[in-house]
């Protein structure tokens, strides 16, 4: 029976780049990873509504620049700036650090496979069927221009007695060939009957991915 490898670490340094950027010895890795943890928890709840697949943070000495992606900057940046000057202000006093924040926008958000697997999640709890919720997105990502998507649904779907899993999936999505520019996000839909998990793989366009190629290899 195959193992099962998470998509994301099998992919870094090939087509992928490391989402926190920092060296510590052994005496300091353990805390700073639990305070990158920390960040990330801390902003998504706080932009449940920007729509965030993505958070990236690197540090120098006692400073930490923390990049946000998010399909609505609007949400974020707030009226004058003031909603992103309040979040940079708890992240600084959460961690005792100076912190800088970049927003980076998501142009297509129906093709981020982690946006695709949060809209699912949250047509879910809005108790939308699972069936068509999980093809209205398939149809989407494939409109725009993506070469190929599978996605994954597992739990009581539906609200069934026993939990059981189901998918879709259209065009190429290769997860063995590591320079195909495959996303992957996952996201839990927390329904009556009980929790039910959602991943989504999208394969985008070869270019793009040997711009992150390139990227990577330099890093």
Known sequence: MGQKVNPIGFRVAVTKDWRSKWFADKKQFGGLLQEDIR??????????????????????????????YTARPGIVIGRKGQDIEKLREELAKSTGKEIYIDIKEVKNPDTNAQLVAENIALQLERRVSFRRALKRAVQMAMDLGALGIKVHAAGRLGGS???????????KVPLHTLRANVQYGFAEAKTMAGTIGIKVWVCKKEEVAEKEVSHASHA
């Open 161 to 171: 007695e026993l939990a059981r899993s189901e998918g879709y999936r259209e065009g």
């Open 39 to 68: 960040i990330r928890e801390q902003v998504k709840k706080r932009l449940k509504e920007a729509a965030v697949p993505e958070i990236i943070i690197e540090r120098y000495a006692n400073r930490a620049r923390v990049t946000i």
